[in-house]
C-alpha cells in the first residue's frame, strides 16, 4: 500500500470519525459535503481503552505460520497507544506486557480474565473502548477484516459501520462484510461503554499471517494500526491531523 493511499485512508477515517461525534447516526455521503464544519468541531473523546487480546497462558490464534495472535495485538495496541497519545488522547492499556489479567493459582484464568479486562473499562471513565484481535477460518481463503459491536448499541454500531466500510474500501475487498452485532461476546455485553471488537486480519490466511507478523512490527503494513488508532483518535483531532497528513 503507497503512503499516499495510506493518507487518503488516514483522511476518510478522520472526516468519518469528526462526523460521527457532531452528528450520531448521520449518512457518511452527507460527512463529504459538510468536511470543514465536520473536522472543527471540539473534541469529545479525551480517554480510550485499548485492549490487547488474550496473553499469557492464552495464545489466542495460531497463525498458519505459527504467529501467535496475543503478541500480534499486543504490538498492534502499543503502536496504537503511542498514536493515541501522540494526538493528546489519554489512554488506558488493559495489558502491557504478555500477561493476563489473571492470578497464578486461580482455576478458571480465563473467566477471571475477561472479567478483570470488563471492570477496568468499566471504572476506566473513558469514552470508549477498542478491543484489538485477529480471526481464523477453516479455510485458508477466508480473509480481509471484521469489526463487532453489541446488538443494542447504537453508538457502538456506527463506530463498527464507519470503521467497516473504511476497511473495505482501501484494502479492495472483494467481498466486502457490513459491522457485524453480536450478543455473546463476553466483553461487548458486559462493558458500559462503546465497544467494538477490530479482527484486523485472518491468522489462517497466509498472505495475512505473513503481513500481522512481518511488517507491523517493522510499521510497514500500518494499515490496522492506522485505522484503529486514528479512528479513535481524530473525534476532533481532525484538523491537526489533515494538516499532519498533508490534505490541507
Partial sequence: MGKRRLELMMAVLILA??????????????MRHQTTAAVSQEAKVRKVVVDAGHGG????????????EKDINLEIARKVQRKLEQAGISTLMTRETDQGLYDDGEENKKQQDMKRRCSLINESE????????QN????????????????????????????????????????????KANDTYYLLRKTEI????????FLSNTEEAEKLMKEVPKLKWTLPVGVISLLVTIFGFGWTILRLVGIL
Wanted: charged share 15%.
Fill in 17 to 30: 470519525g469528526a462526523f460521527y461525534v457532531g452528528r450520531l447516526g448521520a449518512q457518511m455521503r452527507q
Fill in 57 to 68: 497462558f492464552d495464545s489466542g490464534k495460531v497463525g498458519i505460520n505459527g504467529a501467535l
Fill in 126 to 133: 473513558a469514552d470508549l473502548a477498542v478491543s484489538i484481535h
Fill in 136 to 179: 481464523s477460518y477453516t479455510q485458508e481463503s477466508i480473509c480481509g477484516p471484521q469489526v463487532f459491536y453489541y446488538e443494542t448499541s447504537v453508538k457502538g454500531r456506527n463506530l463498527a459501520e464507519i470503521l467497516q466500510e473504511t476497511l473495505n474500501q482501501n484494502l479492495e475487498i472483494a467481498r466486502p462484510r457490513a459491522g
Fill in 194 to 201: 462503546p465497544t467494538v471488537i477490530v479482527e484486523c486480519g
